[in-house]
């Protein structure tokens, strides 16, 4: 039998590259300014995405180089769209682009209602053909798992079959509940850090990731 913890272990991928760990060292020194948590954001992100996408399936083709003909392979399969969840998701947008530029790129905003904790969608703007392409949802955090858990249900109402989840830093709770709520969504991250506080913020994490990003602090 699968243990509860097993099936966790099975559904988490945390990306321990030491280029990964080394930009998140410095993201969560509170002294790095906007500029440079910015494009950490971003070369994180891509560090990330090259190994969510380690999976993608591939054809074998046949072409004529300079030293004759020769099999070789390529992407196949599912084009690929990212959904970043505003606001933070944005600032991912640049760095996994830069991996799969020809990707088209959905935007999902959604808020917690203070009180109810439930999530609120208040805007949507996907590609068209949404539900035939591989879906990665990305974010800074995975912390209550509210926005992900919602963005994915809604993801999923369009028709998309495939659908995986890419964020900088989770916590056990976000990690749990986006888990438990979608069996069939594998979480990618930089690192799964100790808790969530009592207001919402992942200790030790980043501080308020979409201030870092903008500046709006
Ligand atoms: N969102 C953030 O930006 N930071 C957290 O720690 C949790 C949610």
Redesign the pocket.
């Known amino acids: 039998m699968v243990t509860q913890e097993e099936k966790i272990m099975a559904g988490i991928h945390v990306v321990d590259h030491p280029l990964v760990q080394h930009k998140i060292s410095l993201m969560r020194d509170k002294m790095t300014g906007v500029k440079e948590f910015r494009e950490l954001t971003s070369e994180t992100a891509m560090l990330i995405c090259y190994e969510a996408t380690r999976d993608l399936p591939m054809k074998e083709i046949t072409i004529e180089t300079h030293q004759g003909i020769a099999k070789t392979k390529v992407i196949s399969g599912r084009k690929l769209a990212f959904v970043p969840i505003l606001r933070?998701g944005l600032g991912l947008v640049d760095g996994v682009t830069s991996l799969i530029p020809a990707a088209k790129i959905g935007h999902i905003g959604i808020f917690c209602e203070p009180g109810t904790h439930d999530a609120v969608k208040y805007y949507s703007k996907m590609p068209d053909d949404i539900a035939e392409r591989e879906v990665i949802v990305v974010d800074?955090?995975l912390?209550t798992g509210t926005s992900a858990i919602a963005a994915i249900k809604d993801l999923k109402e369009m028709g998309v079959k495939s659908i995986k989840f890419l964020c900088i830093l989770a916590c056990p709770e976000g990690r749990d509940a986006l888990l438990a709520a979608h069996p069939d969504v594998d979480i990618y991250c930089g690192g799964v850090d100790e808790s969530l506080n009592e207001k919402?913020?992942?200790v030790p994490?980043?501080?308020?990731?979409?201030d870092r990003i903008f500046g709006t602090k």
């Not at 994490?205 to 979409?210: H, K, V």
């Open positions: 933070a800074a955090m912390a919402g913020y992942i994490g980043l501080g308020d990731a979409g």
